[in-house]
């Protein structure tokens, strides 16, 4: 059974960072891409960010790019997503998903129902 579960979220002042982690079990994310996605209240959910599984290759959300940096351990089983420069707009609860040999792209991030699993999510608050 797969299983996602995110971790690293908080509140953080606007300028602040986080470091979200996705952690797989049940499975081995080596043949997965990795998105993370959030989602604000009344509002759809949205992809932020996506890693290949083969060439690790990288696509962003517009608004997270030079400030959001996505990465994999999968020696470690986990997914990671390093935010900076945090603005009041992040705030959302950030999900992980994945799904199996998919290479990444914008495509992709507007297919939720193309992903295998889905974390619980994590929620991620910018407020002074």
């Known amino acids: 059974q797969l299983e996602l579960v995110e971790s690293g979220g908080g509140l953080v002042q606007p300028g602040g960072s986080l470091n979200l982690s996705c952690a797989a079990s049940g499975f081995t994310l080596d043949y997965y891409a990795i998105a993370w996605f959030r989602q604000a209240p009344g509002k759809e959910r949205e992809g932020v960010s996506c890693?290949?599984?083969?060439?690790?290759?990288?696509y962003y959300l517009d608004s997270a790019k030079g400030r959001f940096t996505i990465s994999r351990d999968n020696a470690k089983n986990t997914g990671y997503l390093q935010m900076n420069s945090l603005k009041s707009e992040d705030t959302a609860i950030y999900y992980c998903?994945?799904?199996?040999?998919?290479?990444?792209?914008?495509?992709?991030?507007?297919?939720?129902?193309?992903?295998?699993?889905w974390g619980q999510g994590t929620q991620v608050t910018v407020s002074s």
């Open positions: 998903a994945v799904i199996e040999y998919y290479i990444c792209s914008g495509f992709l991030l507007q297919s939720l129902n193309l992903f295998d699993a």
């Open positions: 890693i290949s599984p083969s060439d690790g290759s990288t």
